[in-house]
């Protein structure tokens, strides 16, 4: 069980796997055998990329919205970062009335585009069965950075690219919702999604990418999923057992490769350097 005294936990990429996040939810002590949120005030943070890959992405998005309006009642908080998964599930079921400009020669041409890219990137059919606009809605809100109290910064990717839309976590919420409003820009929702799926920019023991990008941003520990550790260390996915803190204590990985079959954790959070040499 999580200690639900701490500031903030978190959970790295779902990519539909609903089932292991609701057994890790009701172990770590935030809902019961319904699904009812118990966790009272505590505050819960998921890293991004709920859908793809996996079996159910609709079911996991369904529970992370209720429990996100549940927390809310009881004094608690559930949160959401976008995801790179979420922005080609969102640009694959964009309807015509919501594109603002075309990047190929029509809007059949874009639709085409991203609609191969969301499968080439394990899109399911059985969610887009099911996706509703209440879903893209939700999607399209979601903030891309959140800095917490006690100085964890919260991104989805392991990426410099959210310095394209601004230097500080406002500015960079701001920009990217503006983006994903009626109608969308879809050259600028692509050239976002590339920014997103890249990696590895913190991966350096000296720390010092990750703390530049701290003192941008705010906070004293970067905190991101995307990148899945038993990729990253050649291990088992069963072998992963927590999160990787690296870059000289800077940075925490939170993705466990769940679905590669590695655990699905929800963590609370590591205690963060004192200061920022």
């Given at each position: 069980m999580v200690d639900l005294s701490d500031s903030v936990a978190a959970v790295g990429d779902v990519h539909g796997c609903v089932a292991p996040l609701r057994e890790a939810l009701y172990r770590a002590g935030f809902i019961d055998e319904r699904e009812r949120w118990i966790g009272e005030d505590a505050r819960l943070w998921f890293l991004g990329d709920l859908t793809d890959r996996g079996p159910?992405?609709?079911?996991?998005?369904d529970l992370v919205m209720s429990l996100q309006a549940q927390a809310a009642d009881h004094g608690g908080e559930v949160g959401c970062l976008l995801g790179n998964h979420e922005l080609m599930l969102l640009a694959a079921h964009l309807p015509e009335g919501r594109r603002l400009r075309l990047m190929q020669s029509g809007d059949d041409d874009v639709h085409a585009l991203f609609r191969e890219r969301w499968f080439g990137n394990g899109g399911q059919d059985a969610d887009s069965s099911r996706l509703t606009d209440a879903h893209l809605e939700w999607i399209a809100k979601l903030p891309a950075m959140a800095l917490t109290a006690d100085g964890h910064l919260l991104v989805h990717a392991d990426t410099v690219g959210y310095l394209e839309f601004g230097e500080s976590?406002?500015?960079?919420?701001?920009?990217?919702?503006?983006?994903?409003?009626?109608?969308?820009?879809?050259?600028?929702?692509?050239?976002?999604?590339?920014?997103?799926?890249?990696?590895?920019?913190?991966?350096?023991?000296?720390?010092?990418?990750?703390?530049?990008?701290?003192?941008?941003?705010g906070g004293r520990q970067l905190v991101h999923g995307h990148s899945p550790i038993p990729l990253l260390l050649g291990i088992e996915p069963h072998a992963v057992t927590g999160p990787l803190v690296y870059a000289g204590g800077y940075a925490v990985n939170l993705d466990t490769g769940l679905f590669l079959g590695g655990p699905c954790l929800v963590c609370g959070l590591p205690s963060v350097p004192k200061e920022l040499p």
């Open positions: 159910d992405g609709i079911g996991v998005l976590v406002e500015a960079v919420n701001e920009s990217i919702a503006a983006l994903l409003s009626d109608p969308v820009d879809v050259e600028e929702i692509d050239r976002l999604t590339h920014l997103m799926t890249k990696r590895f920019a913190f991966a350096s023991d000296d720390g010092i990418a990750a703390r530049e990008f701290l003192r941008t941003f």
